[in-house]
């Protein structure tokens, strides 16, 4: 393999040609070893490697490389030829005048000494050895002189007809004696200081070592067994008691203080405390709802739908903020409206909650509901104002129509469940503005509370101006009154408006004689699209457009007859509701 280094065959000192080994090929340039070592005289030159059982064979891989072969030939055996005439030896190296091992004296097959020890510098005093050692501190035996010998040359060794001279055959060499300098130099032994065994632990009477171990083992099993009881128990106790020492937690230490009045924590710290939770038992059915004190005489203004329960000989429970409670009894109500009155009595220092006025209410103006939604009383939700004028009924269990409740509405998409009907929807004055009274549930369409799974983020609220009016009246006289236009509505009409029907419940004429709207000239027939300029999309959005207002208020109203527009004025009549 060509590595980068020279290819030139490397002269191997201790290798020479094996017998039987002539297969092998090498570089066909001549060898660079040009002096062979002439045949040793006397004895020693007839030694063979099995001669010699303490010499080392050479590598099989130096001695091909040795030799200097141009091609591959079966080895033929050779007439005998005389011997090369004897010349002069060459060693391979310069003698070490410092006799420094492996090499010692001239010639390649200077024996090592038996043990190899650093040697000292050139120059270097070396202490005599202990006497009767040999160095290191051990008894030594009388050795002979150090005898160093320069091997005799090595006999040539016939080669196959045809090839080039023979290479060098190394002849094994009768071991040496050490040299006393090595047996007495030891570098690392003190001088004359043997060295000497450290005596042991006593012999007892039957001759064995005595083996003091046993009292040291048992020591150590009795200390770990009391250190593993007292670990235990200190672990056992920080355990249960959660340390040696009690544990403190970095909390803030600051003041929280108050809350600005307009936020929803201050808006709910001023209204909870006015806002009540109503119980309603009667013979068939309960309920629960939300309420809120209207002035300090016990006055409490709730759903009907709330109350509806208790009917005429039921039980009404009254729960303030703080945990008291009371009973009450219903003042007025009116499923028209979805409102009612209860009032309680033996009750002081109860704080009413202030009314806002919900014409002044914008889309988008923040709110706050507070209720009891599943009996979980004085419970905060907030939101905005979503939209106005939603016209909504609700009710219509009854199925003869008289409990279906018409609101103009305010929606909201502050959180109102079951539970928050009656409750106050207020501003950030904590002002009331409207009664939250019905959620849009996502099955079943816009109902009232009860019986509802939750809260989608449609509710819708009583405006604050119609509850106040409506409370009023309750309060005042135990009835309210419906303003009205006379004219019976055909509530089966798909068109766009509100159509006036051809006749009346009872079979009479739909135009009542002498009432608001005959008197303003509305025919049966007529299409009624607008009131005061909002437009009116079916009967129950005229209805609820037309409850909005007070007995007594003036309508614009806008109609088709037959294909043509008109325009008139009506004056609102009044009718007692129920």
Known sequence: MDDGKTTEP???????????????TAPQEPSPVEDAIPPAEGPAASRTPQDAPHEAAPPESASAAYVPLEASVPETPAPEAAAPAPQAAKPLHEPDQYSTPPYGGPGPWAPAPPVQRPTPAHGTPVPPAYAGTNGSGMPSPAAPAPAFHTPPPMPSHPQPQGQGPAAPHPQAVPPQPPSPQWLQYDPWGAPRQPLITQPGPPL???????NGRGPVLIGALLLALVAGGIGGGIGAYIERNGGLTSVELPQDERNGGGRAPDSV??????????????????????GTGTGFVLDDQGHILTNNHVVA???????ITVTFSGGETASAEIIGKDSGYDLAVVKVRGVSGLKPLPLGNSDNVQVGDPVVAIGAPFDLSNTVTSGIISAKDRPITAGGEKGDGSDISYVDALQTDAPINPGNSGGPLVDTDAHVIGINSAIRAADSGSTTEGGQAGSIGLGFAIPINQGKRVAEELINTGKATHPVIGVSLDMKYTGDGAKVGPKGADGKSSVTAGGPGAQAGIRPGDVITEVDGRRVHSGEELIVKIRSHRPGDRLKLTLTRGGKELSMTLTLGSATGT
């Open 265 to 286: 924590a201050g808006i709910a710290a001023s209204a909870l405390p006015s806002v009540v939770t109503l119980h309603v038992s009667g013979t068939t059915e309960s």
């Open 309 to 315: 329960p208790a009917g005429s000989s039921g039980e």
């Open 10 to 24: 490397k002269a191997k000192w201790w290798s020479r040609p094996t017998p039987g080994r002539s297969t092998r």
């Open 204 to 210: 007892g009477p039957d001759g064995r070592r005595k």
